[in-house]
């Protein structure tokens, strides 16, 4: 089975400096990877995926990711923070469900990023 | 339109009740998917629907019963629940369910049982 592991529960950055959050893979076969944010009380947003080429994928709100096939990991990035970026951020990737023909989606357990003015 | 709507936005019922929770989507999507989220976790995958067949069940509890009545809607019908079941309930769509991209998400349904 697919799966996917987040090594920090939290992230503290100053608004305006660069933010990274570390997601790492294990997958058979190519993986695909999603990144979503999740504020509050609200359900999660799509930020971006990787399928396949380009190994630095560019999403909403600044935020890019850089796939790293020798290192396995999925690094979220953004160049320069800000105080809104606040919250949940849940890596993930595709899973092919056995014997059902049907795909899922696997989450990492999540990184809370907190950013201070 | 990319919405996924989620009706009510918050429900507290006893352990006796019968509810039932809404999700609509006018994306065009043919998968349709229920989610059960505890705070601070990851959404854990409960029910998936494609082309309005019940395709995954992940072995979830028979006091939690899905339905979907057409392919913009899905319901989840709760009865007998345990203040356990106590959680955000996420619905989510995708275009189809057998080659899977990005899914999106309702803002949920906060249920408290009591």
């Known amino acids: 089975a697919q799966s996917v592991a987040q090594p920090e529960d939290q992230v503290n950055v100053a608004e305006g400096n660069p933010l990274t959050v570390k997601c790492t893979y294990s997958v058979s076969g190519n993986p695909y990877l999603f990144w979503y944010v999740q504020y509050p009380n609200r359900g999660l947003q799509f930020l971006l995926k990787?399928?396949?080429?380009?190994?630095l994928v560019k999403g909403s709100y600044g935020f890019e990711a850089e796939f790293n096939k020798s290192q396995t990991s999925f690094h979220l990035k953004k160049p320069s923070a800000l105080v809104s970026d606040s919250a949940l951020y849940f890596c993930a990737v595709r899973d092919d469900r056995e014997n059902t023909g049907f795909q899922k989606l696997v989450f990492g357990t999540g990184t809370r990023l907190l950013v201070s003015p | 339109d990319t919405e996924v709507t989620q009706t009510p936005k918050h429900l507290v019922m006893g352990m006796t009740n019968k509810k039932s929770l809404k999700c609509e989507q006018h994306?065009?999507?043919?998968?349709m998917y229920w989610y059960k989220q505890k705070a601070k976790k990851p959404p854990e995958l409960m029910f998936v629907?494609?082309?309005?067949?019940?395709?995954i069940n992940e072995s979830v509890p028979s006091r939690f019963s899905p339905e979907c009545p057409n392919s913009s809607l899905l319901n989840l019908h709760l009865h007998a629940l345990q203040p356990e079941d106590s959680a955000l309930y996420l619905c989510?769509?995708?275009?189809?369910?057998?080659?899977?991209?990005?899914?999106?998400f309702g803002p949920g349904t906060r249920l408290t049982v009591t």
């Open positions: 629907y494609s082309y309005e067949k019940l395709s």
């Open positions: 989510a769509s995708s275009q189809d369910g057998v080659t899977l991209y990005e899914q999106y």
């Open positions: 990787y399928i396949t080429g380009d190994n």
């Open positions: 994306m065009g999507h043919r998968a």
